[in-house]
């Protein structure tokens, strides 16, 4: 089956730890996305990529870095400059041309404790 | 700038009863609209989208939206709601200037009551 894959659900992290989450997608799509859920505030933009080995800052990259090696797959890293890191993380694709709607992943809890 | 709001965080239904959920758009030229849901701690699964053809859009699970440009409007819409209806829905406008991106409201949390 087509779609997206994220890895882990839930996910865990000391404070002052680097985590990476894994987003792939067998779609084929040009286009992918890293978005941060929190409660109340909608889908947030961190980073976005629309070619492979480029990407752009969303409206809130600072604390995380992110990666395009492969068309299919768009790894987010939480630094520990991220100050807040406890949300819901989602991954979405698109094949990057007018009026197509994001595919989005099924997302990764992470917690810091 | 392209934006999206949505009018109410809450919407409470009975079961058997109409749904409305409201979205309004800012856009300085023809936009591509979408509604989106999520169930908790799930991803989010498109339910309709508006790409400049029939004002008029049919989405899955009886769930349909009406573009409205002298409005500005995207309204969510459904005539008979149902339990499993409970959930976030999302309005989404694309960016397609330059980059494309999307850009969503911050959500309606839909309750049916039984």
């Known amino acids: 089956d087509g779609g997206i894959t994220q890895s882990p659900k839930y996910l865990f992290r000391k404070e002052g730890q680097n985590v990476t989450l894994s987003c792939e997608q067998n779609?084929?799509?040009?286009?992918m996305y890293w978005y941060r859920q929190d409660p109340g505030q909608g889908l947030r933009l961190i980073y976005y990529?629309?070619?492979?080995?480029?990407?752009q800052k969303g409206d809130i990259a600072e604390g995380y870095s992110v990666s395009r090696e492969k068309k299919e797959s768009f790894p987010l890293t939480v630094t520990s400059a991220q100050k807040n890191p406890t949300a819901f993380y989602l991954c979405?694709?698109?094949?990057?041309?007018?009026?197509?709607?994001?595919?989005f992943g099924q997302g990764t809890r992470l917690t810091v404790v | 700038a392209q934006s999206v709001t949505q009018l109410d965080s809450h919407v409470s239904v009975s079961e058997g009863t109409p749904v409305l959920l409201r979205c309004n758009y800012s856009s300085s030229y023809s936009p591509s609209l979408f509604w989106y849901v999520q169930h908790p701690n799930k991803g989010l699964q498109l339910l309709l989208k508006?790409?400049?053809?029939?004002?008029l859009v049919k989405g899955i699970n009886g769930f349909e939206a009406e573009f409205k440009k002298s409005e500005t409007s995207f309204h969510l819409t459904k005539p008979s709601a149902h339990m499993s209806d409970a959930a976030e829905y999302f309005c989404?406008?694309?960016?397609?200037?330059?980059?494309?991106?999307?850009?969503f409201g911050t959500g309606t949390r839909l309750k049916v009551l039984a």
């Open positions: 979405a694709s698109s094949n990057g041309q007018g009026n197509t709607e994001a595919f």
């Open positions: 989404v406008v694309s960016l397609t200037t330059g980059t494309y991106k999307y850009i």
């Open positions: 990529s629309q070619i492979v080995n480029d990407f």
């Open positions: 508006y790409t400049s053809a029939a004002t």
């Open positions: 779609l084929n799509h040009d286009a």
